[in-house]
């Protein structure tokens, strides 16, 4: 894929599937959600991010998990990795012992639970910039991490970073992605990072999303961005509508809680968690079955 095109469009924050009982990863179910998803149209995935529940995970279990993302995408679609923490040297260290092969980005979260100032972010990814050998795109969730990236600190990293090509933006906050999109440098990636948003910011300018719904529904989800990136904001507008109760739904008790019990619905995967995860209620897993027969995919 052409530089100038890398990661923009649908990216999937890739969900990981574990057996009942033993809760180890089910490679079976993770190989053929992966063919799912590249077969109905998505443009790359995102391995090892939040919603894959990495946190939960050995480092023994994560390598594996990479591995064989790599193995079964086979080149077909590029592969973003979540690579990041709140202690800068370690970060980079894991990169220095990161087998990049295979790998076309990282995504990079902001610093969680330090709470550094916006001169220690600009720091921080500095740091991250200069060690890594695929391009970088930032996440800024100040919901999950307590420290919000300012528009001002993201276009000062953009300028000084040339490897820091974009940011997946989850503030909620759109007159800060706006700022964003007004100022940033030429080639610089703003994405999504919240699916019910994803129409407005393509509308505004933004280059995609990284989608946790497109999971369960990665055909609908890529028609509608593919449609509003190429100028045709009246049927993306329809499909967002159509999606936007099961994107609001599948966030109701927490992520990936909502996915899970949505892919199990579709005979995808078995519903297990990690702890402190634990599943859907049964409220919500109903609401969801509802969702999903109304939508009619």
């Given at each position: 894929?052409?530089?100038q095109?890398?990661?923009?469009?649908?990216?999937?924050?890739?969900?990981?599937?574990?057996?009942?009982?033993?809760?180890?990863?089910?490679?079976?179910k993770?190989?053929?959600?992966?063919?799912?998803?590249?077969?109905?149209?998505?443009?790359?995935?995102?391995?090892?991010?939040?919603?894959?529940e990495?946190?939960t995970?050995t480092?023994?279990e994560?390598?594996?998990?990479?591995e064989?993302?790599?193995?079964?995408?086979a080149?077909?679609?590029?592969?973003?990795l979540?690579?990041?923490?709140?202690?800068t040297?370690?970060?980079?260290d894991?990169?220095n012992?990161?087998?990049f092969?295979?790998i076309?980005?990282?995504?990079?979260?902001?610093?969680?639970?330090?709470?550094?100032?916006?001169?220690?972010?600009?720091?921080?990814?500095?740091s991250?910039?200069?060690?890594?050998?695929?391009?970088?795109?930032?996440?800024?969730?100040?919901?999950?991490?307590?420290?919000?990236?300012?528009?001002?600190t993201?276009?000062?990293?953009?300028?000084?970073?040339?490897?820091?090509?974009?940011?997946?933006?989850?503030?909620?906050?759109?007159?800060q992605?706006?700022?964003i999109?007004?100022?940033?440098?030429?080639?610089f990636?703003?994405?999504?990072?919240?699916?019910a948003?994803?129409?407005?910011?393509?509308?505004?300018g933004?280059?995609?999303?990284?989608?946790?719904?497109a999971?369960?529904?990665?055909?609908?989800?890529?028609?509608?961005v593919?449609?509003?990136?190429?100028?045709?904001?009246?049927h993306?507008?329809?499909?967002?509508?159509?999606l936007?109760?099961?994107?609001?739904?599948?966030?109701?008790?927490?992520n990936?809680?909502?996915?899970?019990?949505?892919l199990?619905?579709q005979?995808?995967i078995?519903?297990?968690?990690?702890?402190?995860?634990?599943?859907?209620?049964?409220?919500?897993?109903?609401?969801?079955?509802?969702l999903?027969?109304?939508f009619g995919?």
């Open positions: 894929m052409k530089q095109t890398l990661f923009t469009g649908t990216g999937v924050a890739l969900i990981t599937p574990f057996r009942r009982g033993q809760e180890t990863v089910d490679f079976t993770l190989e053929a959600l992966i063919e799912y998803i590249i077969t109905s149209g998505v443009d790359y995935i995102v391995a090892l991010g939040t919603t894959s990495a946190a995970m480092d023994s994560r390598a594996a998990v990479k064989f993302i790599v193995e079964t995408v080149g077909r679609v590029p592969i973003m979540g690579l990041g923490g709140n202690n040297l370690a970060v980079t894991t990169i012992r990161t087998n092969d295979g076309a980005g990282i995504l990079s979260v902001a610093p969680y639970y330090n709470k550094p100032n916006q001169r220690g972010l600009i720091v921080h990814y500095r991250v910039a200069e060690a890594s050998p695929v391009p970088v795109v930032m996440y800024n969730v100040p919901g999950r991490t307590g420290v919000n990236i300012a528009a001002e993201t276009l000062a990293i953009a300028a000084e970073c040339p490897n820091v090509i974009g940011i997946k933006e989850a503030s909620g906050n759109i007159s992605v706006m700022e999109l007004r100022n940033r440098p030429q080639g990636r703003v994405i999504s990072g919240d699916d948003l994803t129409y407005p910011l393509l509308a505004l933004a280059d995609g999303v990284i989608s946790v719904i999971n369960a529904l990665p055909k609908e989800t890529s028609d509608m593919h449609l509003a990136l190429k100028g045709d904001l009246k993306a507008l329809q499909l967002h509508y159509r936007l109760p099961l994107m609001h739904a599948i966030f109701d008790e927490g990936p809680t909502g996915i899970k019990a949505l199990e619905s005979g995808r078995t519903n297990i968690l990690r702890l402190p995860l634990v599943k859907a209620s049964k409220q919500l897993t109903n609401k969801l079955v509802t999903y027969n109304e995919a």
